[in-house]
């Protein structure tokens, strides 16, 4: 039981105190759940990420779901879920109903612009730190391209994403002894 408080609270404080994308709350879970409460390691993190990020769904939600069924199975990945849906489901209430009031307050909207750097940030960090962890010139050539396409022809990332398994799939089995 104690563990899934754990579970619960650490995704609340995640969903009630990021703002951004599910992309600006990665750093913040990897730091939880990594080096805070050492329920992954760092490269495990990582690999659950990647799946996050594949299947369907919000990732930050995503990532809630695999790490909550990896420590507590079940129960875990719904106690997960709560913790992170809750507060933004809340806070998306409160806003819908005070919308009309706060739209065109010269004060929220500057509070909005000093945000935005902050979040490009947050972005950022997990972009980096997976850059920095490939292996290899075909991976770094992989990601490149796959960004390359991705920015400038509108590829489908899910036709990549599959793709690059496919690859990952073949150089290991070729780079078997």
């Avoid at 009309?100 to 750097?117: E, L």
Wanted: hydrophobic share 55%; with cysteine; charged share 10%.
């Amino acid at each position: 039981m104690r563990l899934l408080l754990q579970l619960f609270w650490t995704f609340f404080k995640i969903g009630a105190l990021t703002f951004g994308s599910g992309y600006a709350m990665i750093s913040i879970i990897e730091n939880e759940v990594v080096d805070r409460r050492h329920w992954f390691e760092r490269e495990e993190f990582y690999n659950h990420f990647t799946l996050a990020q594949s299947a369907p769904g919000p990732i930050a939600l995503n990532t809630a779901v695999f790490t909550g069924y990896r420590v507590k199975g079940f129960w875990g990945a719904a106690v997960s879920v709560l913790g992170m849906a809750i507060p933004s489901f809340v806070i998306i209430l409160l806003i819908a109903v005070c919308l009309t009031d706060f739209r065109d307050n010269s004060y929220v909207n500057a509070a909005f612009m000093g945000m935005r750097p902050c979040v490009v940030a947050l972005i950022a960090v997990p972009c980096i730190r997976l850059i920095l962890r490939l292996k290899g010139f075909w991976q770094i050539l992989l990601a490149t391209a796959s960004l390359a396409l991705i920015a400038f022809t509108g590829v489908s990332p899910v036709l990549l994403l599959a793709i690059g398994a496919v690859i990952g799939l073949v150089l290991t089995y070729y780079a078997k002894p």
